[in-house]
């Protein structure tokens, strides 16, 4: 079982940078891949990124590729998502999640693990 709380969350706006972090429970944090969603009002929530059990390998969704960095420390059992530039389509939930599987887990039913997920709000 694994347990992850998301914070950092807030209203910021837009070409600002945010600092979301997922806090992990048990001792097994590093034997997961760990993935950041989102989800806008009305939408599905999407993939953003994912990170590799060593951090060494990470993959991106095209619409946050070279502004967004995930990033984790197995130590902390915390992985971490940048976020630069941010646009006002950026606005969503963003929720941190585990994956027993394999890297490069992109889709929802991959994840066995979900935060309560952390409110962004990009302003113009």
């Known amino acids: 079982q694994v347990q992850l709380v998301e914070s950092g969350g807030g209203l910021v706006q837009a070409e600002d940078s945010l600092r979301l972090s997922c806090a992990a429970s048990g001792r097994t944090f590093s034997s997961y891949v760990m993935g950041w969603f989102r989800q806008a009002p009305g939408k599905e929530r999407e993939f953003v990124a994912t990170?590799?059990?060593?951090?060494?390998?990470?993959l991106y969704a095209d619409s946050v590729q070279g502004r967004f960095t995930i990033s984790r420390d197995n130590a902390k059992n915390t992985v971490y998502l940048q976020m630069n530039s941010l646009k006002i389509e950026d606005t969503a939930v963003y929720y941190c999640a585990a994956s027993p599987g394999n890297f490069a887990a992109m889709k929802r039913s991959e994840y066995a693990y979900w935060g309560q997920g952390t409110q962004v709000t990009v302003s113009s």
């Open positions: 990170i590799s059990w060593s951090g060494a390998r990470t």
